[in-house]
């Protein structure tokens, strides 16, 4: 049980490359599960290894319960890790695997006995503890990796990518486990992953990170519905996001979006929107379940649009639409399935649509919604660097 | 794959081929075995590849009896060469794989000229620095020499095995608290048997096999059997006893032939270890 502060946190590896990390700024509750998410090389990995302790950091400051620990070696920082290769000792039976960090420790033997116990007991692994980590199928070497991070109660449990190495249907059970764990033991987690829907389905928090810099910090519900720009609005979500290029026009004193499609054109009415965005590129950002279809009220306007490509996925169907030759994907219920060829009529309800700006990709004004000043001022942080 | 015919001319040409080689291969072997069991006469009177009429031990028991002696100073040469060697290139490879510092890798590479460097290119400055420790001539400073020989190649081995062993393995024992002996002791040895194996093997016949550094760094008494054999049998005094000869030369070699065929197996699994992910 643990507060976890990053103030500032910078790395670099020297040698004039460019950072790996970048003005690391996040702080979560005792008790919180933390996600770092990106793609790839966007300086996750990095950065819970600098919570770990493998890898030093180059400036800024780690704390633990209000205590910087950036200049504590690993042993002292009393963090656990799971790995992505579970890192299990090859030549140590489960229950070695599991003493060993105790052993160094210098417990008493009963007392790592009982621990051996209570943890296996929690994994539901006591029939393995005499078998060797080869003799263990992936799903079995990932639950003795956790078991050997809860063995010794730390402050912090690091999970870096711990299901990737799994297949499909594993993960999908690990990670409801996972979850099942953390509420009961309401350790202080951080858990490293690429994976969009870990991230929205475990995290208490969520921040996106690319190139070493965090993009958006919050809850899975605001990087969700209320993403700081273009990159987080298409990295969440799965079918992604969908991103149409718009041409804004303004009539009397309004704006409007112009949406094009071969059957058929609207105008998408955009309420008050930053002054100076008339004649700029902007992007109207979408999700495929909010597009409304066909039945709609007749509030809201509609545009006509031929299905290209029908993807029943099972429970839902994905319908491929061309808007502004962009490809839009519209989310439906199998049963209300259109078939390839037909005509839609689509909505857009504008309170839920998004603007971003091309260039830049940030998120411009929303939509009739007022922006809260916390909003304003992460942004402005973002902006800053 | 369609199932073979259980014969088949090709068969028959790959088993010839092989017996064949297995022949080109034995032959001296067996020659030598032979000849060490035959009396002078009967060498004399015989081919080299009859039997011989009486199966005696003379030629054992002498040759035994001049070599025995330099048999020991080589096990006490090989033994403690090989063992440091082994547990020195284990270390070696273990920092430059897992430790790595600025300039790991040059320092390996450079290292790696170790392997290729001639044996007569380091006899001058060895001898030179044999003398300024006081250990020309004795068996320490053999032993000193072939460690230091074999250190390229030990940590050859250790390092490109370790470098196959995933890095998260270390990362997993520094936050258990393990320090950097504790990991090499308990998680990383462990792991290396088939290498160590290879190792043993490899140090054990360069060092017992060696003759240009015995020949060259002990005199006398302290010469390894590989010195005392050519002693043997270059003296040219007196009949050739070929039978001793022989079973001087089988002596010599047998330690090496042990070793290969009780950890032989060990030694084309290491070798091949960490080439292919498994």
Redesign the interface.
């Known amino acids: 049980m643990a507060t976890l502060e990053l103030r500032n946190v910078n790395k670099t590896y020297g040698n004039g490359q460019a950072d790996t990390l970048k003005n690391i700024e996040l702080a979560i509750d005792s008790g919180e599960f933390l996600i770092l998410v990106g793609p790839s090389g966007c300086g996750k990995s990095t950065l819970m290894?600098c919570i770990?302790?493998?890898e030093d950091i180059s400036g800024g400051a780690i704390l633990v319960d209000g205590q910087d620990i950036s200049g504590m070696s690993?042993?002292d920082r009393d963090?656990?890790?799971v790995?992505?290769?579970y890192?299990l000792?090859?030549?140590m039976s489960v229950r070695e695997n599991i003493a060993?960090?105790l052993k160094?420790?210098k417990l008493p033997q009963a007392e790592i006995d009982a621990e051996v116990a209570r943890v296996a007991k929690l994994l539901q692994i006591e029939h393995l503890l005499e078998r060797k980590p080869a003799q263990m199928s992936g799903g079995q070497q990932q639950r003795v990796a956790m078991g050997?991070a809860l063995a010794?109660r730390p402050k912090i449990y690091l999970f870096d990518e711990p299901l990737s190495n799994l297949d499909a249907k594993l993960r999908v059970e690990m990670r409801t486990e996972i979850k099942l764990m953390h509420q009961r033991l309401k350790t202080t987690t951080v858990y490293v992953t690429h994976d969009q829907i870990e991230a929205m389905t475990l995290g208490d928090k969520v921040a996106v990170m690319k190139d070493g810099i965090i993009q958006q910090f919050g809850t899975p519900r605001e990087i969700y519905n209320d993403p700081a720009n273009l990159f987080v609005a298409g990295f969440m979500g799965s079918p992604p996001m969908n991103f149409i290029p718009l041409r804004l026009q303004r009539r009397e004193g309004r704006l409007f979006g112009l949406l094009d499609s071969a059957d058929g054109h609207c105008e998408l009415p955009l309420g008050e929107v930053e002054e100076g965005l008339e004649g700029r590129e902007v992007i109207l950002g979408v999700r495929p379940e909010q597009v409304l279809v066909g039945a709609g009220s007749g509030a809201l306007p509609g545009i006509r649009a031929e299905v290209q490509v029908l993807e029943p996925t099972g429970p839902d169907t994905l319908a491929f639409v061309e808007i502004n030759q962009a490809k839009v994907c519209v989310r439906l219920a199998p049963d209300a399935a259109p078939r390839a060829g037909d005509s839609l009529e689509l909505q857009f309800a504008p309170d839920k649509v998004l603007l971003f700006d091309a260039q830049s990709g940030e998120r411009l004004g929303a939509l009739g919604k007022a922006r809260s000043p916390e909003r304003l001022a992460r942004v402005a942080q973002l902006k800053g660097r | 794959m369609p199932k073979q015919p259980s014969f088949s001319l090709a068969r028959l040409a790959i088993y010839a081929t092989l017996i064949l080689a297995c022949a080109v291969y034995l032959v001296p072997l067996v020659v030598m075995l032979l000849t060490s069991f035959k009396t002078p006469d009967d060498i004399r009177t015989g081919n080299l590849l009859s039997i011989p009429d009486v199966f005696t031990l003379i030629g054992w028991v002498k040759a035994w009896d001049s070599i025995g002696g330099f048999f020991w100073n080589s096990v006490k040469i090989t033994v403690p060469a090989v063992l440091i060697s082994t547990l020195l290139g284990a270390l070696n490879g273990y920092v430059l794989s897992m430790w790595r510092f600025r300039g790991s890798q040059l320092f390996f590479g450079l290292l790696l000229f170790g392997c290729f460097l001639p044996f007569q290119v380091v006899l001058l400055p060895a001898s030179f620095t044999l003398g300024q420790f006081g250990l020309a001539n004795t068996t320490g400073g053999l032993v000193l020499v072939h460690v230091v020989y074999g250190l390229a190649f030990t940590t050859l081995f250790f390092r490109n095995f370790y470098v196959s062993i995933?890095n998260?393995?270390v990362?997993?024992?520094?936050?258990?608290?393990?320090g950097f002996f504790?990991i090499f002791g308990?998680?990383l040895l462990?792991?290396s048997i088939p290498t160590i194996m290879v190792c043993l093997i490899w140090q054990f016949t360069q060092i017992w096999n060696d003759f240009l550094f015995g020949v060259v760094f002990a005199s006398g008494d302290s010469q390894p059997i590989t010195v005392a054999l050519n002693n043997l049998v270059n003296t040219s005094t007196g009949a050739k006893e070929y039978n001793v000869d022989m079973a001087a030369a089988m002596i010599a070699g047998l330690p090496t032939l042990l070793v290969y065929v009780f950890a032989g197996k060990y030694f084309l699994r290491g070798l091949t270890a960490g080439a292919v992910k498994g």
Do not use: C, E, V
């Open positions: 290894n770990a302790g493998l690993p042993k963090i656990a890790m790995f992505q290769s890192a000792y090859p030549t060993f960090g160094i420790r050997r010794r | 995933p998260a393995l990362s997993a024992a520094r936050l258990d608290g393990a504790t308990r998680i462990p792991m």
